[in-house]
């Protein structure tokens, strides 16, 4: 079976540019998360979305925003990037259930130059 | 102050040892404990899981949980060099749309000596 996959694994950006992330979740999994890892620290909860909705949001500026399709793929956008977004985006996927955790992709590895 | 403290380490151990690793949590309203192995520059890998109080094994790992003290341990029996990565805890409070937050801690990274 599929893991969660994402897209693209790496990426090169200047600041002030904007920057687009793809998760597919796995398969029957109908609840995405996104995460930022910094280099040195745990992962940090972005966005939840669940039936397209956004379900939770974490302590991110408005810069970052998210949405869901509905074969519960999901899309990451940063705008206006600034150095400090430079990080690992880590999507997980879910069942929502009470008892279910979160499987998580490979990364995309986003450089801000 | 963090709401999950883990010693970031590095730590290294030979090869066979017993290997302890813990985090502390302040939020009582943690329910769902987790952890996970993570290789350089990959993603997460989930390792254990649990939501009681009191031990859980599957095989070498074993991981404990004590709601009492809000500490949670990971122990792994007869290390290997396979075992040397980065081990994050985790943990969520309970909500409609399953765990959704997890909260993590930094991460020990740990290096298992042939």
């Known amino acids: 079976d599929a893991g969660v996959t994402q897209s693209p694994t790496h990426l090169i950006k200047t600041r002030g540019q904007h920057v687009t992330l793809r998760c597919s979740p796995i398969s029957g999994h109908k609840s995405v998360s996104w995460y930022q890892q910094v280099l040195g620290q745990g992962p940090q909860f972005i966005f939840q979305y669940y039936e397209k909705e956004e379900r939770g949001r974490g302590n991110f500026p408005d810069r970052f925003s998210a949405r869901q399709f509905p074969n519960y793929s999901s899309e990451l956008n940063v705008n206006a990037l600034l150095l400090g977004d430079s990080a690992l985006y880590l999507c997980?996927?879910?069942?929502?259930?009470?008892?279910?955790?979160?499987?998580f992709g490979p990364g995309t590895r986003l450089t801000v130059l | 102050q963090k709401e999950v403290e883990q010693d970031p380490g590095p730590l290294s151990v030979p090869e066979g040892a017993i290997v302890s690793l813990n985090c502390t949590y302040s939020?009582?309203?943690?329910?769902?404990f987790m952890w996970y192995r993570q290789y350089s520059r990959k993603g997460p890998e989930l390792l254990m899981y649990t939501y009681s109080s009191g031990n859980k094994e599957d095989g070498r790992f074993t991981a404990q949980v004590d709601k009492s003290s809000k500490y949670i341990s990971l122990f792994i029996r007869d290390s290997q060099p396979s075992d040397s990565a980065t081990y994050l805890c985790a943990m969520s409070a309970p909500s409609n749309f399953g765990n959704e937050k997890l909260t993590f801690g930094t991460g020990t990274r740990l290096t298992i000596i042939p």
């Open positions: 997980a996927s879910s069942l929502v259930s009470s008892t279910d955790t979160q499987y």
């Open positions: 939020n009582s309203a943690f329910q769902y």
